[in-house]
């Protein structure tokens, strides 16, 4: 059976600033999917990753459905309108357009989307990120897609021995989505030199070379780009699909246990240590630190399990440990040096007007002795 995953996920208001969602906003998200998803879903879940929500659905309709697409916008509409009533802060931050324009790709929303034959005993991860953008999934891809010191399948499992295809998005190109096709191992170098930098390409795709089957999907919007100023963090999704041709569960999981720098945390402007957290985590230090949650689920013709939280476990309870320290450590250095992010990226902040008036008070000195 063909089914199409589909997860859209926006920041649509919070308690207290930037923690988590209401109890209200959440079960109205959820009703209005509930109800108005009928013949459209096969299946759905609603939850959330610090201040963000997301929908996961399950369809026949393919990806870009213009129905789904717009199931999760007015759902985000009807969450916002209750952000407002509750006097949340930042409600509809997300939606950066007033109208529905076929799908949400540009609006706002973030958006990751699978289509594929369902395998029997078809299993996948579903990956939520807050307060950081979507460059924190290049090093775990790399990782689990590319390296046997992490994924010992590679080694080990025919199918899996020939590679996996990757498709890199310059997300600086406005003009069009611009992206480059390279496979691993053979330019695995090549792959690396362009995920080294986070802030501008960034791994749309994963395919497996053996079978042409996509394994993963990553949400690749910024949204100063379609703001033209800073909005908050773009706050990515994923959909990993995992075991038999593709990496294990385990493989995927194992390199969020670095806890890597990544861009994001207070005002989306500092670089922190990404953060394993628990499903339906809220945000708290500093407005952080990055979080990351994975909901691990099984799927039978398009009906899904309940989620298993892969955060969960005591392991990650130490992980979580040594994130916070390293959290801690970064601030201490406040906005020195590599704890806050390049221009490039500020420059979508207020510090570009207090760089620009102080620039006529620069002066040349005359030569002197």
Same mark, same amino acid.
């Given at each position: 059976?063909?089914? *199409?995953?589909?997860?859209?996920?926006?920041?649509?208001?919070?308690? &207290? &600033?930037?923690?988590?969602?209401?109890? $209200?906003?959440?079960?109205?998200?959820?009703?209005?999917?509930?109800?108005?998803?009928?013949?459209?879903?096969?299946?759905?879940?609603?939850?959330?990753?610090?201040?963000?929500?997301?929908?996961?659905?399950?369809?026949? $309709?393919?990806?870009?459905?213009?129905?789904?697409?717009?199931?999760?916008?007015?759902?985000?509409?009807?969450?916002?309108?209750?952000?407002?009533?509750?006097?949340?802060? !930042? +409600?509809?931050?997300?939606?950066?357009?007033?109208?529905?324009? !076929?799908?949400?790709?540009?609006?706002?929303?973030?958006?990751?989307?699978?289509?594929?034959?369902?395998?029997?005993?078809?299993?996948?991860?579903?990956?939520?990120?807050?307060?950081?953008?979507?460059?924190?999934?290049?090093?775990?891809?790399?990782?689990?897609?590319?390296?046997?010191?992490? *994924?010992?399948?590679?080694?080990?499992?025919?199918?899996?021995?020939?590679?996996?295809?990757?498709?890199?998005?310059?997300?600086?190109?406005?003009? !069009?989505?611009?992206?480059?096709?390279?496979?691993?191992?053979? +330019?695995?170098?090549?792959?690396?030199?362009?995920?080294?930098?986070?802030?501008?390409?960034?791994?749309?795709?994963?395919?497996?070379?053996?079978?042409?089957?996509?394994a993963a999907a990553v949400s690749t919007s910024r949204l100063h780009n379609i703001a033209g100023k800073y909005t908050g963090k773009d706050?990515?999704?994923?959909?990993?699909?995992?075991? $038999?041709?593709?990496?294990?569960?385990?493989?995927?999981?194992?390199?969020?246990?670095?806890?890597?720098?990544?861009?994001?945390?207070?005002?989306?402007?500092?670089?922190?240590?990404?953060?394993?957290?628990?499903?339906?985590?809220?945000?708290?230090?500093?407005?952080?630190?990055?979080?990351?949650?994975?909901?691990?689920?099984?799927?039978?013709? &398009?009906?899904?399990? %309940?989620?298993?939280?892969?955060?969960?476990?005591?392991?990650?309870? *130490?992980?979580?440990?040594?994130?916070?320290?390293?959290?801690?450590?970064?601030?201490?250095? &406040?906005?020195?040096?590599?704890?806050?992010?390049?221009?490039?990226?500020?420059?979508?902040?207020?510090?570009?007007?207090?760089?620009?008036?102080? %620039?006529?008070?620069?002066?040349?000195?005359?030569?002197?002795?």
């Amino acid at each position: 059976m063909k089914v *199409t995953l589909s997860v859209i996920k926006a920041d649509i208001g919070s308690i &207290g &600033g930037h923690i988590a969602p209401s109890r $209200r906003l959440m079960e109205t998200v959820r009703s209005h999917v509930h109800r108005h998803g009928e013949g459209l879903l096969i299946d759905s879940a609603i939850s959330h990753t610090g201040d963000d929500v997301a929908i996961l659905m399950t369809h026949t $309709r393919g990806p870009g459905d213009v129905e789904i697409h717009r199931l999760a916008w007015d759902s985000f509409r009807m969450g916002t309108a209750v952000a407002r009533e509750e006097g949340l802060y !930042g +409600a509809g931050q997300d939606l950066l357009k007033d109208a529905f324009t !076929g799908n949400v790709h540009g609006l706002g929303p973030a958006v990751a989307e699978l289509e594929f034959e369902e395998r029997p005993g078809e299993s996948f991860l579903f990956f939520a990120a807050d307060k950081t953008d979507p460059g924190a999934y290049n090093l775990p891809l790399f990782l689990g897609f590319c390296d046997p010191m992490n *994924t010992p399948g590679l080694m080990l499992a025919p199918q899996m021995s020939q590679g996996f295809r990757f498709v890199i998005m310059d997300v600086a190109h406005t003009g !069009g989505d611009r992206v480059i096709e390279l496979e691993a191992p053979d +330019a695995l170098y090549d792959i690396a030199a362009l995920l080294r930098d986070t802030e501008r390409y960034v791994v749309e795709s994963v395919w497996s070379r053996a079978t042409g089957e996509q394994a993963a999907a990553v949400s690749t919007s910024r949204l100063h780009n379609i703001a033209g100023k800073y909005t908050g963090k773009d706050d990515p999704v994923m959909l990993v699909r995992v075991q $038999r041709d593709f990496p294990a569960t385990g493989e995927i999981l194992a390199p969020y246990s670095i806890g890597p720098f990544v861009a994001g945390c207070m005002r989306g402007s500092h670089q922190m240590p990404l953060m394993p957290v628990r499903l339906n985590a809220g945000i708290s230090y500093f407005d952080g630190p990055p979080v990351i949650s994975c909901a691990a689920y099984s799927m039978r013709e &398009g009906r899904l399990t %309940e989620a298993l939280d892969a955060f969960a476990h005591p392991f990650w309870d *130490t992980v979580r440990d040594r994130v916070a320290s390293k959290a801690m450590d970064m601030r201490r250095q &406040g906005f020195f040096g590599a704890a806050m992010l390049p221009m490039a990226e500020l420059e979508y902040t207020g510090i570009v007007e207090k760089l620009r008036a102080l %620039e006529d008070r620069f002066h040349v000195r005359a030569n002197h002795r």
